[in-house]
C-alpha cells in the first residue's frame, strides 16, 4: 500500500536552531507527497507540495523539504524556528488514480523560548 | 475567499444515539472530503466526493455512517447508532483538483465525543 510513516511523535527544539520533522515513504508508484500544519483546535492547512522535478521545494511560513528518493524520504525543514512553529506535523501521499490523500500519524513540534 | 464551513463545533452524545455534521464547502470546488481524527492519529479518509458522486466510500462504517452530498455542494455526515469508538474530531476538505493537485482546504472540524 502507498503510504507515509512519521518516526517522531514530538520534536523539541530551541527558538532560533533549525528544526526536521522526519517523513519517509513506501516505494510503490509516483511519490506524491505533501506537509500539512495543524494548529490547536484548527483544521489543517497546507504547507507544501513535491510533485515532480526540483527535490527542494519551498513553502508556507519559511517551511522547505527535500524530496530523497534513495532514502525514500520527505523530510520538513527550517532554518530558525519560531515559537509560533510549535503544532502537530503531518506528512501525507497522494494515491494516484483515486485522489486520495493518506496521512501520516503527526509529529508534534514544539519549540521553546 | 470564505473558508470551509463545518457545524457544529462541538458534540457530546450518548451511545446508540445518532448525530449529524454538516459542511459547506469553498465555493466552485468539486472534490468534498470527510475525515475521522481520533486523538493521537492521523486523519483517515471516511468518504470523497467529486460533485454529487461517491469517489471514494471504502473505508466508510456503511452499517452506521452515512454521507450525501445532494445537490453538488454541502454535505451532511451522519453516524447512527454512535460507539464509543466513534468519538473525534470530523474534519471536513474541499478542493478544486484540477487546480491545485493535493493542496485541500480544511474546515476547523467538528468534536464528537460519545458517552
Known amino acids: 500500500a502507498q503510504s507515509v510513516a512519521q518516526p517522531e511523535d514530538q520534536v523539541n527544539v530551541a527558538e532560533g536552531n533549525p528544526l526536521t520533522v522526519k517523513c519517509t515513504y513506501s516505494?510503490?508508484?509516483?511519490?506524491?507527497l505533501f506537509w500539512y500544519v495543524q494548529y490547536p483546535n484548527r483544521g489543517l492547512q497546507f504547507l507544501l507540495k513535491?510533485?515532480?522535478?526540483?527535490?527542494l521545494v519551498k513553502g508556507s511560513y519559511g517551511f522547505e523539504a527535500e524530496f530523497n528518493k534513495s532514502q525514500t524520504s520527505f523530510h520538513l525543514k527550517k532554518p530558525s524556528a519560531l515559537v509560533s512553529d510549535s503544532a502537530l506535523y503531518f506528512c501525507?501521499?497522494?494515491?494516484?488514480?483515486?485522489?486520495?490523500?493518506?496521512f501520516g500519524t503527526g509529529t508534534r513540534l514544539l519549540v521553546s523560548p | 475567499e470564505a473558508g470551509v464551513a463545518q457545524s457544529p463545533r462541538y458534540k457530546i452524545i450518548e451511545k446508540r444515539q445518532s448525530v449529524a455534521f454538516w459542511c459547506n464547502p469553498i465555493?466552485?470546488?468539486?472534490?468534498l472530503y470527510w475525515y475521522q481524527q481520533i486523538l493521537g492519529q492521523g486523519p483517515k479518509l471516511l468518504i470523497q466526493?467529486?460533485?454529487?458522486?461517491?469517489?471514494?466510500d471504502s473505508q466508510l462504517p456503511k452499517d452506521r455512517f452515512s454521507a450525501e452530498r445532494l445537490k453538488g455542494v454541502d454535505s451532511t455526515l451522519k453516524i447512527q447508532p454512535a460507539k464509543l469508538e466513534d468519538s473525534a474530531v470530523y474534519l471536513c476538505?474541499?478542493?478544486?483538483?484540477?487546480?491545485?493537485?493535493?493542496?485541500?482546504?480544511f474546515g476547523e472540524g467538528s468534536r464528537l465525543t460519545v458517552l
Open positions: 476538505a474541499s478542493s478544486d483538483y484540477e487546480l491545485r493537485f493535493g493542496e485541500l482546504f
Open positions: 516505494v510503490s508508484g509516483n511519490p506524491y
Open positions: 513535491y510533485i515532480t522535478g526540483d527535490n
Open positions: 501525507a501521499r497522494m494515491n494516484t488514480g483515486f485522489q486520495k490523500l493518506v
Open positions: 465555493s466552485g470546488h468539486a472534490t
Open positions: 466526493f467529486q460533485n454529487n458522486g461517491v469517489v471514494d
